[in-house]
């Protein structure tokens, strides 16, 4: 029987598994870490629970301008060497600073959380990344990404999004939003319409009441909705009181309303 020692300590391998799990279960990341550098064989039994238990975050905001090694390539460098990992990925976020070159999707297919959204190295600020500025292959990459995963939770930032890729996720429940606008809101197709439970935005002064009127028209089911939160950075217009008002009238079962900012 094969085993790993460790000075006078002897451990039959088929036991490894087995204390991975549980450091798994524990969500003890640092051990898992550790584990993973011990030897080979090591390696894909603990980086298993590391990618399952935790979410990959890529902020690119939050690095070096001058980074050679940016941690979306270095993820990227990853998947490539080891496939396996895009199967344990179940939470995934990506922001993108504006203006830069942008991330080829990673190939996953059990993710089920996605935060997707671009800022700058000195905050996130009040811009927007227009869909028409985004390189066709990133488009494609992203829309490749989106109809490989079933999405239960989405959320975006600081852009313009189509509405179409809404029904490419008929298994949505919950979305979050700030800072966005809809393109591409004429081309409807005839596909289930996600049933959400949880909306939450928030607004701002650059914020149009049709955009969020958008979300009234067919887009979603909102019969079984919960949950609607809603926070203002700036005095509304009466126009975001109909949309509101849509809502709270859309829905059945709403059982949590929230609403922050001025009155």
């Known amino acids: 029987m094969a085993q790993i020692s460790s000075g006078d300590t002897h451990l039959p391998f088929d036991v490894i ?3 991975i799990s549980e450091l798994g279960s524990d969500e003890d990341m640092a051990s898992l870490r550790a584990c993973s550098l011990i030897c080979k064989a090591m390696l894909p039994l603990a980086r298993k629970h590391i990618f399952a238990t935790g979410k990959v975050e890529i902020d690119n905001t939050k690095e070096p301008e001058d980074c050679e090694k940016p941690l979306a390539s270095r993820f990227m460098w990853l998947l490539e060497s080891d496939p396996s990992i ?3 990925v179940r939470s995934f976020k990506y922001i993108e600073v504006f203006g830069h070159d942008h991330l080829r999707w990673p190939v996953l297919r059990n993710a089920t959380s996605l935060e997707f959204g671009f800022g700058s190295y000195s905050g996130l600020g009040l811009y927007k990344q227009p869909w028409r500025d985004i390189p066709e292959s990133l488009k494609a990459s992203f829309c490749n990404f989106v109809s490989s995963n079933s999405f239960k939770e989405l959320s975006l930032r600081n852009m313009s999004f189509p509405v179409s890729l809404f029904h490419e996720m008929p298994h949505l429940t919950s979305l979050e ?8 809101v004429a081309d409807r197709r005839r596909l289930p319409k996600a049933t959400l439970t949880r909306l939450l935005f928030i607004c701002n002064s650059q914020s149009r009441a ?7 028209d067919g887009t979603f089911d909102l019969s079984q909705l919960q949950e609607l939160s809603m926070k203002l950075d700036y005095d509304p217009s009466y126009e975001f009181e ?14 949590t309303l929230s609403f922050e900012g001025e009155s």
């Open 17 to 19: 598994p087995l204390i």
């Open 86 to 88: 895009a199967d344990y």
């Open 242 to 255: 109909d949309v509101v008002e849509g809502f709270i009238s859309a829905s059945e079962q709403l059982r």
């Open 177 to 184: 939003f700030s800072n966005l606008t809809f393109v591409d």
């Open 210 to 216: 049709r955009d969020l009127g958008t979300l009234l």
